[in-house]
């Protein structure tokens, strides 16, 4: 019964380090997204994608940040020179196609940036 | 921006059936109503969602009123384990995959 897996569960990083934050999808699944919540917020989407191409990356930030779903091996989310502000709960979800769209979510990572 | 208006907070005593109000007067006729629920430092769990018929799983129902403004999900038999942030969504099946979040209801079930 694996979920969607992320890891690692929590990441401290200081002020200009780079960020790699992994999810691995439910079995069978090919779409992935990533979303951000800060403390007391709901999530906010930040990019889908499927196997080897970003659908849609209206979300994330123009700068820093970048996501790849390889044809294998997991997807990343790759946060760069991370600042103060980067702070904040990061989820995946993956789901069966857009069609079938019930998304399921792995239990996020936790980036705090000292 | 979300489309859905929720209470903050709500309390329910174990045990008791816990019934979560949504409004979402503005919804679209091939827009769903999900929902999902977030327990205290775990990722969101999907719930059940519905478009015009009311719907029953394992978790729990949602009943949708029938100008579809407006939504109830039930908790038939409140647990502890069943505290959680309770979000509401709409969505157009099969193109908007964008989860779009409010602040959601935080329900907390008392002994």
């Known amino acids: 019964n694996a979920g969607v897996m992320q890891n690692p569960r929590h990441l401290v990083r200081r002020r200009g380090q780079e960020a790699r934050l992994r999810c691995s999808p439910m079995?069978?699944?090919?779409?992935v997204y990533w979303y951000r919540q800060l403390p007391e917020e709901g999530l906010k989407f930040m990019v889908y994608?499927?196997?080897?191409?970003?659908?849609?990356e209206s979300g994330m930030p123009k700068e820093r940040f970048s996501a790849e779903f390889p044809k294998e091996g997991p997807s990343i989310l790759r946060i760069q020179q991370v600042v103060r502000g980067d702070s904040a709960a990061y989820f995946c979800?993956?789901?069966?196609?857009?069609?079938?769209?019930?998304?399921?979510f792995g239990a996020g990572t936790r980036l705090s940036v000292l | 921006d979300a489309k859905t208006t929720q209470p903050p907070s709500m309390d329910c005593a174990e045990g008791r059936a816990a019934n979560l109000p949504c409004n979402h007067s503005?919804?679209?006729?091939?827009?769903?109503v999900y929902w999902y629920r977030q327990i205290h430092s775990q990722g969101p769990q999907y719930i059940i969602h519905?478009?015009?018929?009311?719907e029953t799983n394992e978790m729990a129902s949602l009943i949708i009123t029938e100008d579809r403004k407006s939504s109830t999900l039930i908790l038939p038999h409140a647990t502890l384990r069943d505290t959680a942030v309770y979000y509401c969504?709409?969505?157009?099946?099969?193109?908007?995959?964008?989860?779009?979040w409010g602040a959601g209801t935080k329900l907390i079930i008392k002994p």
């Open positions: 979800a993956s789901s069966l196609g857009p069609a079938k769209n019930i998304q399921y």
């Open positions: 079995k069978g699944h090919s779409h």
């Open positions: 994608l499927q196997k080897e191409n970003i659908i849609d």
């Open positions: 503005t919804i679209s006729g091939n827009e769903y």
């Open positions: 519905g478009l015009k018929n009311n």
């Open positions: 969504i709409v969505r157009v099946e099969g193109s908007n995959y964008q989860l779009i």
